[in-house]
């Protein structure tokens, strides 16, 4: 230990390299920036050596420190998976799950009674997955998230069938319907999620190719949108499966069978094979997940 440099140094920098950025290290560390540049410098000081190309305000790695971020996330991925064995040896199987706010919200909590009755043993920790936002899979056992196709560096298991259709509260059906053809819904609220384009690709799939979508509202994440659709705010778009109990008990009714999205899913997400922590924890929870959606 004594031909190594300070510990905290190199977590500074291996912060600093990955993220591309003092601040976001300092974030990440829970420290000030002032601090991560300055054990930064400690650490070329020990090295003898220049680890950072600085360009105005940007900060790039040099070849050598490029190098050296890349052993150093090694070595702390081994370390953290050493410590995280014996915590789970000590504590029993553990499993962190990330999943999508509306997928953990509507569908996954529900439901995850029946796994835990059905296994006392093994400890739950949910926790969000965002789609702007790679998955630290040093942090996380599994993932679900929601999109078209595969995720680089991961491997894929469809879960919930993405297929789109238009959804209102029935009252707001009882007062602003009937809606019998999909020119019906023209001029009414449309809700949306994110942005408009949904609506438009479900108006072209719907033979409606001159018409545009009324403003309506937007919001950031389909847990609000879903939200406003039970509210009787207006017209939703919404993935079917996931929405399964509020169609079952009457909460919200599908207006048309026209659907979009059939290319997106749920998708459960894992480190590409040989890369991730294989334990029978986990094996157990995705034969749920599978077994769960599809009724069993």
């Known amino acids: 230990m004594s031909r190594l440099p300070s510990l905290n140094a190199l977590r500074c920098f291996e912060a600093a390299a990955r993220s591309g950025s003092f601040s976001r290290a300092a974030a990440e560390l829970n420290v000030t920036q002032s601090a991560v540049s300055h054990q930064v410098r400690q650490l070329e000081q020990w090295f003898g050596l220049t680890l950072f190309d600085r360009l105005g305000r ?7 420190g490029q190098e050296l971020a890349r052993s150093l996330a090694e070595a702390f ?4 998976a050493a410590c995280r064995r014996l915590q789970q040896s000590e504590q029993g199987p553990a499993l962190t799950i990330a999943a999508l706010p509306s997928f953990a919200t509507i569908w996954l909590i529900p439901r995850l009674s029946q796994f835990l009755g059905g296994h006392p043993d093994i400890s739950i920790k949910v926790v969000y997955a965002f789609a ?12 679900v998230l929601w999109g078209p196709g595969e995720w680089e560096g991961c491997r894929s298991t469809r879960l919930l069938p993405g ?21 019906a819904i023209l001029g009414k609220p449309l809700l949306h999620d994110t942005d ?13 190719k001159h018409a545009g979508p009324s403003p309506g509202p937007i919001f950031q994440d389909f847990n609000l949108l879903r939200a406003a659709a039970l509210a009787g705010q207006g017209i939703a778009l919404c993935p079917r499966s996931l929405i399964a109990d509020d169609l079952a008990s009457g909460r919200l009714v599908q207006l048309f069978d026209t659907d979009i999205k059939h290319d997106y899913a749920y998708s459960i997400i894992e480190p590409a094979s040989g890369s991730g922590r294989r334990t029978e924890a986990l094996d157990i929870f995705k034969d749920w997940l599978l077994s769960t959606a599809k009724g069993k």
């Open 132 to 143: 702007d936002h790679k998955i630290d899979f040093g942090e996380v056992d599994i993932a």
């Open 196 to 208: 408009r384009l949904d609506w438009q690709n479900w108006m072209r799939h719907a033979g409606l």
């Open 163 to 183: 297929s789109t259709v238009p959804i209102c509260n029935p009252i707001y059906l009882e007062k602003e319907g009937p809606f019998d053809v999909p020119q």
């Open 58 to 64: 940007q900060t790039m790695p040099t070849q050598k």
């Open 77 to 80: 991925d081994i370390m953290s």
